[in-house]
């Protein structure tokens, strides 16, 4: 699953390995890879942003002190619209700055899980994000398992191109706990696939792999910021990863990703990359190969 310099396809290599070239993967980059998957850092909180084409998606936006970081980025980018908006359920760490991008930049679709009545957030947070929708006039997509979106590509490119697309896995019940309602989705593009797990704890993994879905992916982003409360042994085993991408902030209070974690990754031959210690991560592919890029050596 990769790319080098004289293509040599034996896995998946960060950008600046001495095993592959960097005018090479530089190369992979800029003229194969269409699709790119940023898993932005934005300290102890989830942000990725997911770019084909012309079309964009982000899930979740870290907490409100991360706004600027993540608009800044998205202007770098040149995301003017995102096409999708999955909020993956409604603590601050994953939606504290929704309410300002969706007023800065054109939006499409917003989806969220449905939670139970005795679980809706009465917090500031929240009711900023229904009034930036309200303020647009969007209305809100409940997650449904089994439910699948395309991405509809702007360039001349898209045309001859099968474009990728995302199901929602979960949530499949109702739970106690709002971790537990995270909407689950699962990307495939091509012969890749990359699944994005909010903070789902082990008892909605179980319930996922219960349901029938399909969690196998080459890409996981780790349940819950690497707690040992998610990322069961059987759910590991059955996305069975390449590489795990642990969003996570330096020196945080609940000292994630757990030791038991990072230790059953790597008994399963996982590769994984922290933002702590990586900052943001980009996973690029042209939908057979995968490359990966980190802002910090």
């Not at 600046?16 to 530089?26: C, H, I, Y």
């Not at 679709?109 to 303020?135: D, G, H, M, Q």
Request: proline share 4%.
């Amino acid at each position: 699953m990769l790319v080098g310099a004289t293509f040599v396809y034996s896995g998946y290599l960060e950008l600046g390995s001495d095993d592959v070239p960097r005018v090479a993967a530089q190369n992979f980059i800029d003229k194969d890879a269409d699709l790119a998957i940023h898993y932005i850092d934005v300290g102890q909180g989830d942000c990725s942003l997911i770019m084909w084409e012309g079309a964009s998606m982000l899930i979740d936006s870290g907490e409100s002190q991360y706004a600027e970081t993540v608009l800044d980025y998205l202007d770098e980018q040149g995301v003017e619209r995102l096409d999708y908006i999955v909020a993956t359920h409604p603590h601050s760490d994953h939606m504290g700055s929704m309410s300002e991008i969706i007023s800065a930049v054109d939006v499409g679709k917003v989806i969220v899980p449905k939670v139970a009545e005795e679980l809706t957030p009465t917090t500031v947070v929240y009711e900023n994000f229904l009034a930036s929708l309200s303020a647009k006039a969007i209305k809100l997509t409940a997650a449904k398992p089994d439910t699948t979106y395309t991405f509809t590509g702007t360039t001349a490119a898209s045309v001859s191109k099968v474009p990728p697309s995302f199901e929602i896995l979960a949530p499949v019940t109702d739970y106690d706990d709002l971790n537990n309602y995270s909407v689950v989705v699962k990307l495939t593009y091509g012969e890749t696939s990359y699944l994005f797990t909010g903070d789902i704890e082990k008892k909605a993994e179980n319930d996922i792999l219960e349901y029938g879905a399909d969690v196998d992916a080459d890409v996981l982003k780790s349940p819950h910021h690497g707690s040992s409360t998610s990322s069961g042994e059987a759910f590991i085993d059955a996305v069975s990863p390449e590489i795990c991408i642990i969003q996570c902030g330096d020196g945080n209070d609940y000292g994630h990703p757990h030791a038991e974690v990072m230790e059953l990754l790597d008994t399963y031959g996982v590769t994984s990359y922290r933002t702590d210690r990586y900052g943001t991560v980009t996973v690029y592919s042209d939908g057979k190969q995968i490359y990966i890029e980190t802002e910090k050596e």
